[in-house]
């Protein structure tokens, strides 16, 4: 009989873009839904502003149509249940819509009732403005439901760890030490994060991270570092997913997310 710890609960993570999902945490998303939990995606854009890796893949020119296809891959690699893709403007989800955004996630988290919350820390990973934009509207959702509110967690990623990859791949004859991630410098992720507080071990579900971020085709070209490392290298740098947990007030003491992690020690 298959173990499933966490059957009956709900995980609502709350992106930008459709790929966010798998860099931010796609290893977390698959350890939960594995142990039973309702994992929900909610999507705050198509990603219709994205670089294409190769045109062949947009014939038409739908890149919106195409990533949210690509998303819907991913979301049944990782085990997502439910994957909404919202019609925010790529670009301008911090000051777009602010309020029809705001009232889409909090109806979500009256639709679904999540158990835990995952979103975007403040730095948004490398200061993107979509993602604090996803942070800001997140945590002013959650704190409308307050002291009955599920706990609201920020996943981060330690500084050093993208520039880790870019030097691995560089060593295997891809991309150069200073290649860039999706447009973004390998030092920026993590730059300015405040640290976490706990960590998942992600390792098993590495390969399942890898696979849904190459379902992601108009986003993983060539020379994109992560093309480059396998499954070893992938679980030595991405093994590991980190997460904080917000101040905002909550009833619950400990989460699911929290049951599964172990402390980080603080430097």
């Known amino acids: ?17 459709p790929d966010d ?22 999507c705050g854009s ?9 045109p062949a893949l947009v014939p038409d020119g739908d890149l919106a149509g195409v990533r949210t296809r690509e998303l819907a891959e991913a979301a049944a690699v990782l085990g997502i249940a439910d994957a909404i893709v919202l019609d925010h403007p790529d670009g301008d989800l911090r000051w777009d819509d602010v309020t029809e ?27 993107h403005l979509d993602h604090i934009g996803v942070h800001e509207r997140t945590y002013t959702a959650v704190k409308t439901l307050g002291a009955g509110a599920p706990p609201l967690f920020y ?8 520039r880790k990859i870019a030097e691995a791949a560089h ?14 410098e390998p030092d920026a992720f993590g730059d300015a994060a405040i640290p976490p507080t706990f960590s998942i071990d992600v390792r098993d579900w590495v390969p399942r991270k ?10 993983m070209g060539p020379n994109n570092p992560i093309a480059w490392i396998d499954e070893d290298e992938a679980r030595r740098w991405l093994g590991s997913e980190y997460f904080r ?23």
Do not use: N
């Open 171 to 184: 060593a295997k004859g891809g991309a150069l030490p200073d290649a860039s991630f999706w447009g973004i």
């Open 1 to 17: 009989m298959v173990d499933r710890p966490l059957a009956g609960r709900t995980v609502l993570a709350v992106f930008a873009h």
């Open 210 to 219: 890898l696979a849904a971020l190459r379902c992601h085709r108009t986003q």
């Open 101 to 127: 955004f705001h009232e889409e996630i909090v109806a979500a988290l009256h639709q679904y009732r999540p158990d835990a919350v995952i979103t975007f820390a403040e730095d948004g990973l490398y200061w």
């Open 46 to 54: 198509r990603g219709e502003s994205g670089s294409i890796s190769d």
């Open 155 to 162: 996943v981060t990623m330690p500084k050093g760890v993208m």
């Open 21 to 42: 999902e798998s860099l931010a945490c796609g290893g977390t998303l698959a350890r939960l839904a594995d142990a039973g939990a309702r994992v929900v995606l909610l």
């Open 245 to 267: 947990r917000s101040p905002l007030e909550s009833d619950t003491a400990e989460s699911v997310l929290e049951q599964l992690g172990e402390p980080v020690a603080s430097s």
